[in-house]
């Protein structure tokens, strides 16, 4: 396909009026499809059915005897922390498992950082004058909702020109600022990008220096074992690391079984240092007695080991694998060689991150929910919702049928198209 900035004013009127009628013909459709959240599908879920009918009947005693009906056990059930320790890279005495989600547990670890002082650390957060953390972009955006709750600045750090981790910069800002307590990081198979860290980059993070001597990295190892080839990227053991470059405190591990076995119905883990776990437990002792057992229970009995996780995991691979190669056909079909849009492919996770003309993705997000394709909303990716650039769009196919989301991505093409169209001919 021709690159669209060497058309003519002339070629570009018509294939303005092109685009029109098609983007007509499509919304004439009525369709509804959505392809804004990082759903697991149905028939994902469907995979896990068997934790629905475990522990079982009169089945309640963990391998050590506790009872798991009842309260207490704040760590959370050692079999299962067993299943998730080499997984997250973690030993299992510093590793906690918790209830669903590990949202909740990011959510809380820095509202007790704002209330009480970290180890390490001299004053709570919330009497910091402006307190900050670097936010590497693209995003997610429940990570910059913690913050912007919190009331605690975000400064957005951008990709180099190849799309990898401007790891200079998030040095040099780290060293610069004790107000910057802080670093939002998904290590591996990134939302949105899929990017993965290097092992020199994770080493640099561990060892750089921070001015604030309670500057912490969450290190959200959300999309740990989700891959959706055979090549499986493995990253750097980050605790070790940092315990080894003399910062054993840096960084708080998280993940959870939220798109391994249910995501309304999981288990969800936090890895630290030992003065990071007790001064968590202790705040965390006055908020409940225990986590649900019950599902660490089943959820042990149903993964069995760390490679009972990796087989579930080939499942849902092969679910989702075709649909995000549809999604790379369609880009690439419609939008190859075009010079309008670029987009990642990566190694795992749950998204794909699509790049269009600047200046036209809030039009593209509006043109899809006219024609009733439903995208994540513009700038969500960044921090205040504020991308400058007005370009980044985040797809997730993993919920939608491929039928759904081949007619999704033929509608998202053309929005793509005509709102680039349209605004070079503004330019012209
Ligand atoms: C990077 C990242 N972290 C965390 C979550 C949510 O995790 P949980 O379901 O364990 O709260 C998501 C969900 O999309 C995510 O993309």
């Given amino acids: 396909m021709n690159e669209f900035s060497a058309l003519g004013t002339e070629a570009l009127h018509g294939l303005r009026e092109d685009l029109r009628k098609d983007y007509a013909r499509f919304q004439e459709r009525g369709l509804k499809l959505d392809l804004t959240r990082g759903k697991p599908s149905a028939e994902q879920l469907d995979f896990s059915n068997e934790l629905l009918t475990l522990p079982g009947a009169g089945e309640y005693r963990a391998a050590d005897g506790t009872d ?3 309260y207490g056990g704040l760590h959370g059930l ?8 080499p997984l997250l890279q973690v030993p299992v005495e510093q590793l906690i498992a918790s209830d669903n989600s590990s949202l909740s547990l ?6 007790h950082a704002m ?23 693209p995003g997610y955006d429940r990570h910059f909702a913690i913050c ?39 290590p591996k198979y990134s939302n949105p990008t899929g990017v993965s860290v290097s ?24 999309y740990s074992v989700h ?16 315990a080894e470059a003399g910062n054993a405190d840096r960084v708080f591990v998280f993940g959870s079984t939220s798109k391994v076995t249910f995501a309304g119905a999981g288990v969800s883990f936090l890895g630290t240092s030992p003065a990071n776990l007790q001064w968590y437990l202790g705040h965390i002792a006055k908020r409940t007695i225990g986590p649900d057992k019950v599902n660490h229970l089943r959820h042990a009995r149903f993964l069995g080991d760390a490679e009972g996780v990796q087989k579930l995991m080939e499942q849902h691979r092969d679910n989702l694998a075709p649909k995000f190669a549809k999604v790379q056909e369609i880009l690439a079909d419609s939008l190859g060689g075009t010079g309008i849009a670029t987009w990642t492919e990566a190694f795992g996770g749950y998204f794909i991150s699509l790049d269009v003309l600047d200046g036209t993705a809030a039009e593209v997000i509006r043109l899809a929910k006219e024609a009733g394709i439903a995208l994540t909303p513009a700038g969500s990716t960044y921090p205040y919702g504020r991308d400058v650039r007005d370009r980044n769009i985040r797809l997730a196919p993993s919920f939608p049928p491929v039928a759904d989301l081949d007619t999704a991505m033929r509608g998202v093409v053309l929005c793509v198209k005509l709102a680039a169209v349209e605004k070079l001919l503004q330019q012209s």
């Fill in 78 to 85: 050692t079999e299962l922390r067993e299943i998730f320790s």
């Fill in 115 to 137: 209330l009480f002082a970290l180890p390490g650390g001299s004053v709570r957060w919330v009497d910091v004058e402006r307190p900050a953390f670097l936010c590497p972009v």
């Fill in 68 to 70: 798991c009906r009842n």
């Fill in 227 to 242: 891959h959706l080839t055979d090549h499986h990227v493995t990253v750097a053991p980050i605790l070790r690391l940092c």
């Fill in 199 to 222: 092992e020199g980059h994770a080493a640099r993070l561990a060892a750089m220096n921070a001015a604030a001597a309670d500057f912490r990295i969450f290190w959200d190892d959300a």
């Fill in 148 to 186: 912007e709750k919190f009331g605690i600045e975000m400064i957005p750090v951008e990709p180099t020109a190849d799309g990898g981790l401007d790891i200079d910069e998030i040095e040099r800002l780290a060293a610069s600022d004790a107000r910057i307590k802080g670093l939002w990081f998904v």
């Fill in 106 to 111: 990011m959510h809380d670890t820095v509202m």
